[in-house]
């Protein structure tokens, strides 16, 4: 397999403690294109070479996966500044999740945040990837390549 090959493939990609990020064994495997950034470019990386058929499991530690939790993307904004980029629900708490369509990717995805602290004005958005910090485990079983 390389570059621009399309795959199908199921996928698993965990924290070292378990708890699945994302994952299709057991469900429909998904199909993606190499090079296109449908997964994270350090997770390409582990696939180049990988033949169909092939069973495979790396661990990346957050060097060589998200990388490490970054405080600058820790920011605390106040309520009235999410309302106006577009958040709706502004009854937000620890844990949840917000997409800011404002806030759009250069590919134009929305930037997306965890709650990480709330207060009677103000919110703390963790713009880092869930996985930031963590070693990952990422397991494959590549159905087929074209």
């Known amino acids: 397999m390389r570059a621009n090959s399309l795959l199908t493939l199921h ?26 950034g449908q997964l994270a470019p350090e997770l390409e990386a582990c696939l ?14 957050p060097d060589a996966a998200f990388g490490h939790v970054d405080a600058a993307r820790v920011q605390r904004v106040p309520r009235a500044a999410l309302q106006a980029l577009g958040s709706q629900d502004i009854a937000l708490r620890p844990g949840d999740t917000v997409q800011l369509a404002a806030l759009a990717a250069s590919n134009g995805a929305p930037a997306a945040a965890a ?5 009677d004005d103000w919110v703390e958005l963790d713009f880092n990837h869930p996985l930031a910090g963590k070693t990952v485990v990422f397991e494959v079983r590549i159905l087929g390549v074209l």
């Not at 698993?12 to 495997?29: I, K, S």
């Not at 180049?48 to 530690?61: I, N, P, V």
């Not at 709650?115 to 207060?119: A, E, F, Y």
């Open 11 to 36: 996928y698993r990609l965990a924290a070292q403690d378990g708890l699945d990020w994302v994952n299709t064994f057991g469900h429909r495997p998904a199909t993606l294109t190499l090079g296109a």
């Open 48 to 61: 180049l070479g990988l033949e169909e058929g092939a069973d495979a499991r790396f661990e990346l530690a």
């Open 115 to 119: 709650v990480s602290q709330t207060g």
